[in-house]
Structure formats: C-alpha cells, structure tokens
C-alpha cells in the first residue's frame, strides 16, 4: 500500500478517535422528587386566593429546611406543610408550631409515636389531659395533623394567660421553673436555626434576581 495513502487512512482513523465521546465512569447525582401531597395543594389553593400568604410560604421552606436536619426529606416537607395550614387564621405564624416541634421532639427526629417521661405525647408533646381538653384523644396526638391542632388550641390559651405575650406563652406551653426556662432556650435556638435558613433562602432569591435581570 502506497506511503501517502496510509497516511490518509492514519489522519481519518485519528479523526474518527477524536469525535467519539467519552463515556464518564461518574456516577450522575440523582436528585429526589417528593410527590405533591394534599397539604401541598391546599397550600396552593390558598396561596392562589391570597398573594399575603407570600411570606408565609417562604417560611415553610425555610421549616422545611431545618426540619430535614433531624428527620427525612419527605416527613420533613409534611411536617412544614402542617405549620403552614394548621396556623392559618390564628395568631400564629408557621416558624411559631415549628419552633415548638423542634424544641419538644427534634432530638427524637419529630416522630408521630415520639412519648415523654411524663407521657406527653407527638410531634408537639401535648398531655393526655391537655389533649383531652381541646377535644382530642391521646391516640390522636400520635396523627401529626391533629396534634399540631391541639398544639395550637394549647398555645392559644397560654397567649392568654401570658396577656398576650407570644414568648412567655411557649415557655407556659412547657410549665413553669426551671425546666420551662431550660425549653426557651431550645426554642430560641430552634428560632435563630430557622431564621439563619430564611436568611440564606433570601439572599438565593436575591442572587436570582439580580441573574435575571429583575428589580
């Protein structure tokens, strides 16, 4: 075979090398999707009626988030979810039920069956009794959604007591002493927690607008 044609064959056998793509032994990041509960939709409906709902849903991601530290992906999102519906028309805003969660069961991972010493109950530790008296079972306490609504039957009547002040009525949500004082400082943790994840979350928003070119 003629020189110059093998340096042909040679050039195109190259070329050929060149053009054939690399395959990457990388295993590709697989991310997780959490399909749409009814919570989610109720969230929607509402947020369609009311635009001034805007800021509350910021804060149930900004839940969602420092939920996920101490629970799954999923029950996480639930969870926040429940903060957001179960405060609605009430004095409360979701990061209120959230930080009461945290500071009652995030070191259990906010489990439905999660039990007290004392025998409080759920996800917001209600009594038996307590629960009773908003009109509710103990078995109830252990559905995440009608505990959050005795949670905040509870809270509703320590703001009250408490003459309105929201923090004194956390702190009367736990009792009285030492131990009360011990859990407000579990929820002002919980609070800066969340705070510190709504902060990053709007800074994001922020970083996108300025991507896009918006005000």
Not at 51 to 59: H, N, T
Not at 158 to 171: E, V
Request: aromatic share 6%; glycine share 6%.
């Amino acid at each position: 075979m003629p020189k110059k044609l093998l340096c042909i064959i040679s050039l195109l056998l190259a070329a050929g090398c060149e053009l054939t793509p690399v395959r990457s032994s990388e295993p590709q990041a697989v991310t997780t999707v959490i399909p749409e509960s009814r919570l989610d939709r109720d969230i929607w409906s509402h947020l369609r009626k009311n635009s001034a709902l805007d800021g509350r849903k910021l804060q149930q991601k900004a839940i969602e988030t420092a939920f996920a530290r101490y629970t799954t992906p999923e029950r996480a999102r639930h969870l926040a979810a429940i903060c957001f519906t179960k405060t609605l028309d009430t004095p409360f805003t979701p990061f209120d039920l959230a930080e009461i969660a945290l500071a009652e069961t995030g070191g259990h991972h906010l489990k439905a069956l999660a039990t007290s010493s004392k025998g409080a109950l759920g996800v917001w530790q209600l009594m038996p009794e307590r629960a009773r008296s908003h009109g509710y079972t103990a078995q109830d306490m252990k559905n995440d959604e009608k505990c959050a609504e005795a949670a905040v039957r509870e809270l509703f009547l320590k703001l009250q007591t408490a003459s309105g002040n929201l923090d004194q009525a956390k702190k009367l949500y736990c009792g009285r002493g030492a131990e009360a004082n011990a859990y407000m400082k579990k929820v002002r943790r919980a609070r800066r927690m969340i705070l510190a994840g709504m902060a990053a979350q709007n800074e994001r928003i922020a970083m996108g607008y300025q991507d896009t070119g918006a005000p």
